[in-house]
């Protein structure tokens, strides 16, 4: 099945900097991939996604880029603020089954 | 729109005991999902329902049944809880099931001794 890798588990910065999280995933057929943001005792809220027939899709400070040779895609935050601290997960999926597969998430904390 | 709920938000049980998690959503959305989130291991998806009417294993479907009720109303059940299903459980929807996009609850925190 797929697997995806994510990095780095946990990324301190501070506030202004950029933030760069990344995933690489298995399987070629996969051709979506979504990142949510996880705060304290909260569930998962969708922030970012794209699909395969794009290599980058910006929302404000937030870009995702992919790589579909490499198959690897990419969560770019820019001008990072503290309320931007928190867990992150990329997830990649497959027309065939429509199941999401999970990175095991990204700790980032913004320092102010 | 209240978006995805969830019930219980806590809940501790002794092991052997049986439990129902209840997940609706009011946003129309065709498909439901129940996941398990565990330190270190992301999200791992249990059961899902693509439609009315349908359920599927998920990745880690062993101990857990479900039913969909109706379209705004899936539940996950425990027959026997044991202390290795301590963790915390997210129910998801999405419009239908090849968009993908999903819109996850608040979250039961379960714990089981």
């Known amino acids: 099945g797929e697997n995806v890798e994510q990095h780095p588990s946990t990324l301190s910065v501070q506030e202004g900097d950029s933030a760069v999280i990344k995933c690489t995933y298995s399987d070629s057929a996969s051709n979506y991939f979504p990142w949510y943001k996880q705060e304290l005792g909260k569930g998962p809220q969708l922030i970012i996604d794209i699909r395969s027939n794009v290599g980058e899709k910006k929302d404000q400070r937030i870009a995702v880029t992919l790589n579909k040779t490499a198959k690897h895609f990419s969560l770019h935050i820019t001008e990072t603020q503290p309320e931007d601290s928190a867990v992150y997960f990329c997830?990649?999926?497959?027309?065939?089954?429509?199941?999401?597969?999970f990175g095991k998430g990204t700790l980032l904390t913004v320092n102010p | 729109n209240a978006g995805v709920t969830q019930t219980p938000k806590f809940q501790v049980l002794k092991t052997g005991q049986s439990m129902t998690l209840q997940c609706a959503q009011d946003m129309n959305h065709n498909s439901m999902y129940w996941y398990r989130q565990d330190p270190g291991m992301g999200l791992r998806l249990i059961y899902y329902s693509a439609s009315e009417g349908t359920t599927d294993k998920g990745e880690v479907p062993n101990g857990y049944n479900v039913s969909r009720l109706n379209k705004r109303e899936f539940s996950l059940r425990l027959e026997s809880a044991a202390p290795s299903q301590t963790s915390v459980y997210f129910c998801?929807?999405?419009?239908?099931?090849?968009?993908?996009?999903?819109?996850f609850g608040p979250g039961t925190r379960l714990t089981v001794t």
């Open positions: 997830a990649a999926s497959k027309s065939s089954n429509y199941k999401l597969t």
């Open positions: 998801a929807s999405s419009p239908r099931v090849a968009l993908r996009e999903q819109y």
